[in-house]
């Protein structure tokens, strides 16, 4: 069954298309990642789908509902968020008050302990710096608290966007593992990563966006087997 819908989506900045009219779809409990060149407009898609773009043609529907063009704020309210490219902490709040924040929609209060109480456990190093101000966070313990930040309001959809960029293979590897963590506790995940190898290595499904177009659509074992894939995305 399809959470996500994306129909014909089209988008443009003034003149310029961005999106030309790509579809696609993300299924209860996959993972589904969208690769592509700088600029191919991945990031674009991804504004689109939180109503943080308003697209000029097509429809993005949300479990069975059409929320092209909601307000982000009621979109996360059904369920779904984004950890935005480049983590985008409120960086002048504490590492609390920033996983605060992402609770905003929750008013059970011992219910917002608990989730913080959890997100410290799968961060150990935000639980040490708690009372840190995001701002001097290093990369690594930023996104570690985007993605803690995101996951404090229980989303059925987690989108995440470029969540590798910048990171040491380390923490790369250990941001690949986070991801299928809360894939294994029931989070529908939609990725954009450059990362192809990493990315296409737990994803059920991909697509490709070239230009503002999708390409190539197969399973994750499928683009990672293709010659054509292969010297495009994956270094050879």
């Known amino acids: 069954m399809a959470l996500l819908e994306v129909k014909d989506l089209q988008v443009f900045y003034g003149v310029i298309q961005a ?5 696609f779809e993300v299924n209860q409990g996959e993972i589904v990642t969208l690769i592509g060149a700088n600029g191919a407009g991945k990031t674009t898609t991804m504004q689109s789908i939180m109503g943080l773009i308003k697209p000029r043609g097509g429809s993005v529907v949300y479990d069975g509902k059409d929320i092209t063009g909601m307000p982000t704020h009621k979109i996360v309210g059904m369920g779904m ?5 480049g983590r985008r902490v409120f960086s002048e709040l504490t590492v609390y008050e920033n996983l605060l924040m ?4 929750e008013k059970d209060r011992s219910r917002i302990k608990e989730d913080i109480e959890e997100i410290y456990t799968i961060f150990p190093r935000l639980g040490e710096r708690k009372s840190q101000v995001a701002g001097t966070l290093s990369g690594g313990e930023q996104q570690m608290l985007a993605m803690g930040r995101a996951i404090m309001s229980h989303p059925k959809l987690l989108m995440l966007d470029e969540p590798s960029m910048g990171l040491s293979p380390a923490l790369v590897d250990q941001v ?7 894939h294994k506790t029931g989070t529908t995940i939609l990725l954009v990563e450059q990362n192809a190898n990493k990315s296409l290595a737990i994803s059920d499904r991909a697509y490709v966006l070239e230009n503002g177009r ?6 994750g074992s499928e683009l990672m ?5 292969r010297k495009a995305y994956l270094g050879g």
Do not use: D, L
């Not at 999106?19 to 579809?23: D, F, H, T, Y």
């Not at 968020?81 to 490219?85: I, K, Y």
């Not at 087997?225 to 894939?229: D, H, P, Q, R």
């Open 176 to 182: 690949f593992e986070i991801i299928k963590h809360f």
């Open 225 to 229: 087997a293709s010659e054509e894939i």
């Open 19 to 23: 999106i030309k009219g790509i579809s």
């Open 214 to 219: 999708i390409t190539v659509t197969g399973t």
């Open 102 to 105: 992402g609770a905003y929609t």
């Open 81 to 85: 968020t984004q950890v935005p490219e």
